[in-house]
């Protein structure tokens, strides 16, 4: 999977599957998590656990976005993330 995919993949998961202020489906707000997709994509490509990724979902969610993180969502679609980046990498 090029490089580029990659980061597609982290894009489409975060918007469909994170997504913590509830933007799915909107067509305007389609590119509302680019920004973090490359740090997450450098997470998964040092070999970061789970758990790190989580936490910076989670630090992103809390933090930036001032909302209430879901920790177990969080550390769902981390586990999802590593598995989706192993098919090709």
């Keep these: 999977m090029s490089a ?8 489409v998961v975060l918007l469909w599957a994170w ?3 509830g933007v799915r489906g909107i067509p305007e707000a389609v590119d509302e998590y680019d920004s973090y997709a490359p740090a997450v994509l450098e997470l998964l490509e040092s070999g970061a656990s789970d ?3 989580a936490d910076y979902l989670t630090g992103v969610t809390r933090d930036r976005m001032e ?8 550390e769902d679609i981390a586990a999802m993330l590593r598995e989706l980046y192993a098919i090709d990498a």
């Design 4 to 11: 580029l995919a990659k980061l597609r993949m982290v894009q």
């Design 19 to 21: 997504d913590p202020i």
């Design 51 to 53: 758990q790190h990724i």
């Design 67 to 74: 909302l209430r993180p879901n920790l177990k969502a969080h």
